[in-house]
């Protein structure tokens, strides 16, 4: 959707230790499911790897994942950084065969439904490291995730992300969240935090995986942020609210 860091993603993909066979791009096509669908349409290989414009991967990225490859495993998941959080689950290797079977459904989270799917039929996922610390990363870090974070991107994607969680229905994944935003030294850690929390009211099933538009939300967020003394207000937020 033209993110500032597509040009240099498809670049580390092709400086890959171990190289791709091709490497489909898919642009301007949303939401996620419609996207992930048009993707796995064109692949041909027996194997093949989700990577978003903002994921910068490292060189062994797939020659690490090829070797967690097995007979009953659908998907295998790594680690990127990320400046916000310091580490999210966002690679991922899927079995083409199985995401043949099952597509992308229209939620609003549709990667974990898919997965979910899979494991009912009996197969597995599984997570993946090198062993060892390379490129400047921990060995269950197999690259960064550099999306611009913009106080609008930031607040609707936290938004979003509430809503997912919600969804799911995995408090644990809410509370690791929490701490994670708590103890993060970024600018933006406020206003993501502020957006998630206020995502988890929000019930919503579909969509949700495409560009964000203006909300009345971020509106009311801004003139909030810029009425007010936002050293007084990171305070009551981060700790006040969070003990509670």
């Not at 921990?138 to 607040?155: K, M, S």
Request: overall charge positive; hydrophobic content about 35%; charged content about 25%.
């Amino acid at each position: 959707m033209g993110e500032k860091t597509t040009e240099e993603a498809v670049k580390r993909l092709r400086e890959q230790t171990v190289p791709c066979r091709e490497i489909v791009v898919v642009q301007n096509v949303t939401p996620l499911h419609k996207a992930m669908n048009r993707g796995i349409s064109q692949v041909k290989t027996p194997f093949f790897i989700q990577c978003d414009a903002d994921m910068l991967l490292d060189p062994d990225c797939i020659e690490t994942m090829q070797k967690f490859i097995k007979d009953d495993v659908a998907v295998l998941i790594g680690y990127l950084s990320d400046e916000l959080l310091g580490t999210i689950q966002a690679v991922k290797m899927f079995r083409t065969e199985c995401l043949r079977k099952v597509k992308f459904s229209n939620t609003i989270s549709p990667d974990t439904d898919c997965i979910n799917r899979l494991c009912k039929m009996g197969w597995k996922f599984v997570f993946v490291s090198r062993g060892e610390e390379r490129y400047g990363h921990a060995p269950d870090v197999l690259g960064t995730h550099e999306p611009e974070y913009t106080p609008f991107y930031t607040f609707e994607k936290f938004k979003l992300e509430g809503s997912r969680i919600r969804y799911r229905g995995v408090f644990q994944e809410f509370t690791s969240c929490l701490e994670k935003l708590k103890n993060s030294k970024h600018p933006m850690a406020l206003i993501a935090l502020i957006g998630l929390c206020h995502g988890l009211f929000m019930e919503k099933r579909k969509g949700g995986l495409c560009p964000y538009s203006p909300s009345k939300d971020f509106e009311l967020l801004q003139k909030f942020m810029t009425s007010m003394n936002t050293e007084n207000v990171a305070f009551a937020i981060t700790k006040d609210s969070y003990q509670s």
